[in-house]
T-cell receptor, first 108, second 115 residues
Framework: GQQLNQSPQSMFIQEGEDVSMNCTSS?????WLWYKQDPGEGPVLLIA?????ELTSNGRLTAQFGITRKDSFLNISASIPSDVGIYFC????????FGTGTRLKVLA | GAGVSQSPSNKVTEKGKDVELRCDPI?????LYWYRQSLGQGLEFLIY????????KSGLPSDRFSAERTGGSVSTLTIQRTQQEDSAVYLC?????????????FGSGTRLTVV
């Protein structure tokens, strides 16, 4: 079936560093989403991408919808301790499939 | 309500018992989705509703799982004869329309533990 390959699985970074994670698929999708999940909570939408090649920012977050429509990346600039959590990519139309997540830990 | 509300937040049940998980979506959201998240894993699609009908039930793992939605609002996910492999966090989400212009809004989930 369809699946999203998300990498890295986890990363430790120093506060102030930039972070990059990505998601790839063998299938074409019309929408890519990036979510963040804190412990004990549901995922919260960070950025939504609807057009191939689209580059969208939300504060320190920037995400791009790959031109092939088979991939997306998320960058976090100047990380802070509250960026810690699990980041998920998701892709689809009405029914989204999710990546397995990138667990981010920020060292102060 | 202001957000998606799920209850209970935690449920421990004995193997073989039936459980009901409830989701109260954001008022006015016509689409409602159920996902399952196993420990350390991504989210697995179970079923979605558009209004009261469920056009896609393809993610339900077995016939022990069923879901309904009434009045275009509250939804209940029922798991019969629970098994240990059913232990997971069950997440509900809703959106204004099918797919949602801005993705879904998730509830905080129900953590189900089958012992």
């Amino acid at each position: 079936g369809q699946q999203l390959n998300q990498s890295p699985q986890s990363m430790f970074i120093q506060e102030g560093e930039d972070v990059s994670m990505n998601c790839t698929s063998s299938s074409i999708f019309n929408t890519w989403l990036w979510y963040k999940q804190d412990p004990g909570e549901g995922p919260v939408l960070l950025i939504a991408l609807y057009k191939a090649g689209e580059l969208t920012s939300n504060g320190r977050l920037t995400a791009q919808f790959g031109i092939t429509r088979k991939d997306s990346f998320l960058n976090i600039s100047a990380s802070i301790p509250s960026d810690v959590g699990i980041y998920f990519c998701a892709a689809g139309t009405y029914k989204y499939i999710f990546g397995t997540g990138t667990r981010l830990k920020v060292l102060a | 309500g202001a957000g998606v509300s799920q209850s209970p937040s935690n449920k421990v049940t004995e193997k073989g018992k039936d459980v009901e998980l409830r989701c109260d979506p954001i008022s006015g959201h016509t689409a409602l989705y159920w996902y399952r998240q196993s420990l350390g894993q991504g989210l697995e699609f179970l079923i979605y509703f558009q209004g009261n009908s469920a056009p896609d039930k393809s993610g339900l793992p077995s016939d022990r799982f069923s879901a309904e939605r009434t009045g275009g609002s509250v939804s209940t996910l029922t798991i019969q004869r629970t098994q240990q492999e059913d232990s997971a966090v069950y997440l509900c989400a809703s959106s204004l329309g099918l797919g949602g212009t801005y993705g879904y809004t998730f509830g905080s989930g129900t953590r189900l533990t089958v012992v």
